[in-house]
């Protein structure tokens, strides 16, 4: 199947004997047994409920994965993954993250004794000279949260070729349609389901999909023990959101390419981050290793001032955190994704008080452009 016939048909429950359509929400918290050491293949909710594992299975198809997990958040998704590390352990992370990943890494697993050291994952020698013994994973972004950097996963991948070195890929802001990290050699991907898979602003969810069996074993024992899952009704949500993934994403996109060329032509727009711009410094892996750009495009303008009178004065676009859906948010990394990141961390990295984050929607791109025309015109 082509995967926009899987977004749309992928995902089957396995006892449909009504010929329903959708995915029916099986909520129960647990499942009866024919008899003494028999089992309908369900048995508690917690380790596998009909609908999120119908879920499940069209996300592992989407990724290319062996299996996916589906969890209640993408932070929870996170939080399992880390649980494969233990105190000594090195983990290379890229240094502009998702916020909440940062304050996990910092707060969460550092407090269990692993070493997180932040490299820029997009400088292969970077990550070369930070490789150790100890190191046991590197944990990539890319595109990353908020400033777009691109890593080269397949060549980060030959870079730890002779060594047990777990690849994660926070595949979130591209999602399969457009980038797999495991047919580049990464060895999970992991989502805030919440954005784009999703797709609408409504439920939150998480994913670990990962590429071989033992992995799959080791995360299931970890999934069912700390018991994060995502609900009956939430997996139906998400089911729902990925029958149209595809179309979205590329409406999307189509809408971002424009909005990003516009926001180069104003004089109040200092620099406009978006990694299908043919400036991107990055421009050509990203033409190797995804099939499309997203629509995710920061803006630095010209003063904190400017910043703040757009995010209050834009009409239809709305002042939000989180990204992905079909409506069009602006968000202010500094103090919102980004807040608990210290701010000379931020500065290095760019994320400035004048740097806005737009999460391009599906509708009509000339009421995004003229909104936000008005919203910078106003100043
Ligand atoms: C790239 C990325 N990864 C992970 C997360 C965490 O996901 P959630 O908010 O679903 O817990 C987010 C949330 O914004 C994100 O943007």
């Known amino acids: 199947m082509n995967f926009e016939t899987l977004c749309v048909q992928g995902a089957k429950d396995k006892s449909n004997t009504t010929g329903a359509i959708a995915v029916p929400i099986y909520q129960s918290a647990t499942f009866s047994h024919p008899g003494v050491n028999q089992s309908t293949g369900y048995d508690y909710s917690r380790l596998q409920n009909p609908t999120r594992e119908a879920l499940e299975n069209v996300v592992a198809k989407l990724e290319g994965g062996v299996d996916a997990m589906a969890f209640s958040s993408g932070m929870a998704a996170i939080s399992v993954l880390m649980e494969l590390f233990s105190a000594g352990d090195h983990i290379i992370a890229s240094s502009d993250l998702y916020g909440g990943s940062i304050r996990f890494f910092n707060n969460i697993s550092r407090k269990s004794g692993i070493e997180i050291e932040y490299v820029d994952t997009s400088d292969l020698k970077a990550v070369g000279q930070a490789i150790k013994p100890a190191t046991k994973a590197i944990f990539i972004e890319t595109p990353t949260n908020p400033m777009m950097d691109v890593t080269d996963i397949a060549a980060i991948k030959r870079l730890t070729a002779q060594r047990d070195i777990l690849i994660i890929v926070d595949n979130t802001f591209l ?205």
């Open 175 to 379: 999602t399969p349609y457009y980038q797999q990290p495991l047919s580049q050699g990464a060895d999970i991907a992991v989502h805030s389901g919440t954005k784009y898979l999703a797709g609408h602003n409504d439920t939150l969810a998480g994913f670990l999909v990962v590429s071989n069996k033992e992995l799959s074993e080791r995360l299931r024992f970890i999934y069912k023990t700390i018991g994060s899952c995502l609900s009956p009704f939430d997996s139906f949500l998400v089911i729902r959101g990925i029958k149209t993934l595809a179309i979205r994403m590329d409406r999307a996109q189509e809408n971002a390419k424009k909005v990003a060329n516009w926001l180069l032509g104003q004089p109040m727009v200092k620099a406009v981050h978006y990694i299908g711009l043919d400036t991107h410094p990055d421009i050509e892996i990203t033409k190797r290793q995804s099939k499309g750009f997203g629509s995710m495009v920061s803006f630095e303008v010209e003063s904190k001032e400017l910043a703040c009178h757009i995010l209050e004065n834009v009409k239809m676009i709305m002042f939000a955190e989180s990204l992905g859906g079909v409506e069009t948010l602006i968000t202010y990394p500094h103090l919102q994704t980004h807040a608990d990141v210290p701010k000379h961390e931020r500065d290095a990295r760019g994320i400035t008080d004048r740097l806005l984050r737009l999460s391009i929607g599906i509708e009509n791109c000339d009421d995004i452009i003229s909104d936000l025309k008005q919203a910078i015109n106003s100043f």
